[in-house]
């Protein structure tokens, strides 16, 4: 029998307009940067990041891509390795230009048909849900779909996946991934200087980092520790200023507290509005994080929760700030 893999989908939010990258393939992006160790190797692409481990795959893209057209392809390049797809699972938030996103990513009712046609047979339990349903203009899309063998199974470790979106970041700060007029550093030099600058160093100072500087604006790093993996990438152009924050840490750990990183990630970018999906087995984490954004001058606006077969309970919670900043 060939072992079982998983795949993990997940659609940043916003198309970034004003360039025209060279993007040659399926997906619509490019490898720009990788490290890796003895449990996974990380990607840093020309639109988000990928993380390959021997029994999984997490891509993240954002913009323009079309990122369910990877589906197909992965699986294939897994059937040839002798691996079974056993589980997948696609999150997004709501498109902030949803007119400028290219099939299959028209509406989330297509997007999970696109997916169930590529997906093999073995894959019958479903389930797609929009938290919450009532606010559109601001909600989480999930769909999990996994084999006969594992639906039931409620995985028993303590791991909790944190997907943020940040955008109208603090102005000053945000332009602190801006490159410097005439500066000729290399992509590493400069990526180096930002993490430092920023502070982004210092959010999992154990991670083994992979940064990358965009020309004339735009970062992307990738932090990998054991077998977690930690990643940020940021559009800091004034009128669409975006981050994104994404990492996977267990609720019980005390020596590096995922909350404290969490908010750690958020002070980098102090930015307008929030949004923090997370995905766990543990019920009580959200309210952590409901109380660790309130020093941070967030205020919790909106609230969902649900439950979905293998993943366990997925949190919405999105947070605005109570004061106007510059
Ligand atoms: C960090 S990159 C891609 C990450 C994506 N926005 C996300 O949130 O996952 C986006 C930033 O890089 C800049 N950029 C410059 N050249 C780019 C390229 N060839 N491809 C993608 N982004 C580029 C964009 O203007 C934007 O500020």
Same mark, same amino acid.
């Given at each position: 029998?060939?072992?079982? +893999?998983?795949?993990?989908?997940?659609?940043?939010?916003?198309?970034?307009?004003?360039?025209?990258? @060279?993007?040659?393939?399926?997906?619509? /992006?490019? =490898?720009?940067?990788? #490290?890796?160790?003895?449990?996974?190797?990380?990607?840093?692409? &020309?639109?988000?990041?990928?993380?390959?481990?021997?029994?999984?795959?997490?891509?993240?893209?954002?913009?323009?891509?079309?990122?369910?057209?990877?589906?197909?392809?992965?699986?294939?390049?897994?059937?040839?390795?002798?691996?079974?797809?056993?589980? /997948?699972?696609?999150?997004?938030? &709501? +498109?902030?230009?949803?007119?400028?996103? !290219?099939? !299959?990513? %028209?509406?989330?009712?297509?997007? #999970?048909?696109?997916?169930?046609?590529? $997906? !093999?047979?073995?894959?019958?339990?479903?389930?797609?849900?929009?938290?919450? $349903?009532?606010?559109?203009?601001?909600?989480?899309? =999930?769909?999990? #779909?996994?084999?006969?063998?594992?639906?039931?199974?409620?995985? $028993?470790?303590?791991? =909790?996946?944190?997907? #943020?979106?940040?955008?109208?970041?603090?102005?000053? $700060?945000?332009?602190?991934?801006?490159?410097?007029?005439?500066?000729?550093?290399?992509?590493?030099?400069?990526?180096?200087?930002?993490?430092?600058? %920023?502070?982004?160093?210092?959010?999992?100072?154990?991670?083994?980092?992979?940064?990358?500087?965009?020309?004339?604006?735009?970062?992307?790093?990738?932090?990998?520790?054991?077998?977690?993996?930690?990643? @940020?990438?940021?559009?800091?152009?004034? &009128?669409?200023?975006?981050?994104? +924050?994404?990492?996977?840490?267990?609720?019980?750990?005390?020596?590096?507290?995922? =909350?404290?990183?969490?908010?750690?990630?958020?002070?980098? +970018?102090?930015?307008? %509005?929030?949004?923090?999906?997370?995905?766990?087995?543990?019920?009580?984490?959200?309210?952590?994080?409901?109380?660790?954004?309130?020093?941070?001058?967030?205020? /919790?606006?909106?609230?969902?929760?649900?439950?979905?077969?293998?993943?366990?309970?997925?949190?919405?919670?999105?947070?605005?700030? %109570?004061?106007?900043?510059?």
């Amino acid at each position: 029998m060939s072992p079982p +893999f998983s795949l993990s989908l997940s659609l940043s939010l916003p198309s970034t307009p004003n360039f025209s990258p @060279i993007k040659p393939h399926a997906v619509n /992006c490019t =490898v720009v940067s990788a #490290v890796g160790n003895h449990f996974l190797d990380a990607y840093v692409l &020309s639109e988000s990041s990928l993380f390959v481990y021997t029994n999984k795959i997490v891509i993240k893209t954002c913009g323009t891509t079309q990122l369910l057209k990877s589906v197909r392809p992965l699986i294939h390049f897994a059937d040839k390795l002798n691996l079974m797809l056993c589980e /997948c699972r696609y999150t997004r938030g &709501s +498109f902030i230009f949803p007119k400028s996103q !290219p099939f !299959p990513h %028209t509406n989330f009712k297509e997007e #999970v048909i696109y997916i169930e046609e590529n $997906l !093999p047979n073995n894959l019958v339990y479903r389930k797609a849900a929009v938290m919450p $349903l009532k606010n559109p203009s601001c909600s989480w899309h =999930v769909f999990t #779909v996994t084999d006969q063998n594992h639906h039931r199974r409620r995985s $028993l470790n303590s791991d =909790v996946t944190f997907e #943020v979106c940040m955008t109208e970041l603090d102005r000053h $700060l945000a332009h602190r991934f801006f490159k410097k007029i005439g500066d000729c550093k290399t992509r590493d030099l400069a990526g180096k200087e930002m993490t430092e600058l %920023t502070g982004i160093d210092d959010i999992n100072p154990s991670a083994f980092i992979c940064d990358f500087t965009f020309d004339p604006c735009g970062y992307s790093i990738n932090g990998i520790d054991d077998d977690r993996y930690s990643t @940020i990438h940021v559009t800091p152009e004034d &009128s669409y200023s975006y981050a994104s +924050f994404e990492c996977v840490g267990s609720v019980y750990d005390d020596d590096i507290d995922i =909350v404290e990183t969490l908010k750690k990630a958020v002070q980098v +970018f102090k930015p307008v %509005t929030v949004s923090i999906s997370m995905t766990s087995n543990s019920r009580e984490v959200w309210t952590k994080v409901t109380r660790a954004m309130e020093p941070l001058g967030l205020k /919790c606006r909106t609230f969902a929760m649900d439950e979905f077969p293998t993943a366990g309970s997925v949190v919405f919670e999105t947070f605005t700030a %109570t004061t106007r900043r510059k």
